[in-house]
């Protein structure tokens, strides 16, 4: 058949015509799969409580860790009192490294379910020139996959206020699942490495603790109605 003849031209135009069809029928947007919208929802009415179930690690001694959801539902906060890595002068030598596992359940409205869009972490850092930190997190909802830990570095000579925050794409949100109890954990480390600083006349340290509670952790919620509710 010629190259330019009419039957030719209508043969490639209905193949274009089909696999334009074919990929509209297959496609289905991550968001989508999951069975919610991809519109905001706004948050729920009602009132929103988290409980600490339990509190696990060197950086968050039982009673050291508060929970608070925001008026508006949109977030809730977690601040810590006691959560400081360190090295040098005053360190013991387990103190280079903090960690804190919180296990929180989350009592929401019928009919809703969240998931947690971003986090932003608040802390003070004092590193001595040569020494450098880390603070790391993840979170993950029980019997589910863990995110990834996502990782900030912090470098000396440092004496101030430092803020971190890790954001999903909406397309990667992980929600908790409709009408099923699942504690959602929050895993987060602290880390101080001395480097070439001198820790016999130095002391270098990462916190992420508050005194007067102006320094927390702040959980982002993206909330959706479950399907069928």
């Not at 490639?12 to 069975?35: E, R, V």
């Not at 995110?147 to 990667?172: C, K, P, V």
Request: aromatic share 10%; glycine share 6%; proline share 7%.
């Amino acid at each position: 058949m010629p190259e330019g003849s009419p039957m030719r031209r209508n043969s490639k135009f209905a193949g274009a015509i089909l696999l334009i069809l074919l990929s509209q029928f297959f496609f289905i947007s991550p968001a989508s799969a999951t069975g919610f919208l991809d519109d905001p929802v706004p948050p729920p009415d009602d009132h929103i409580v988290i409980d600490i179930v339990t509190v696990n690690g060197s950086g968050c001694p039982p009673g050291s860790a508060a929970v608070s959801v925001a008026p508006d539902n949109t977030a809730f906060t977690v601040t810590y009192s006691t959560y400081l890595a360190q090295v040098g002068v005053g360190s013991r030598p387990t103190d280079f490294r903090k960690n804190c596992q919180l296990n929180v359940a989350v009592h929401v409205p019928q009919g809703f379910t969240y998931a947690i869009a971003r986090a932003d972490y608040r802390g003070f850092a004092s590193l001595a020139r040569g020494a450098n930190a880390t603070q790391r997190a993840s979170y993950y909802f029980q019997g589910m996959p863990q995110t990834e830990y996502r990782t900030h570095t912090f470098t000396g000579a440092l004496e101030d206020n430092w803020q971190t925050s890790d954001e999903t794409d909406i397309s990667a949100l992980i929600y908790h699942p409709c009408g099923q109890l699942r504690n959602l954990n929050i895993n987060t480390e602290l880390r101080v490495n001395a480097g070439t600083s001198n820790t016999s006349t130095t002391t270098s340290f990462l916190a992420m603790d508050s005194a007067d509670g102006d320094i927390n952790t702040t959980y982002h919620f993206h909330w959706e109605h479950c399907p069928n509710s």
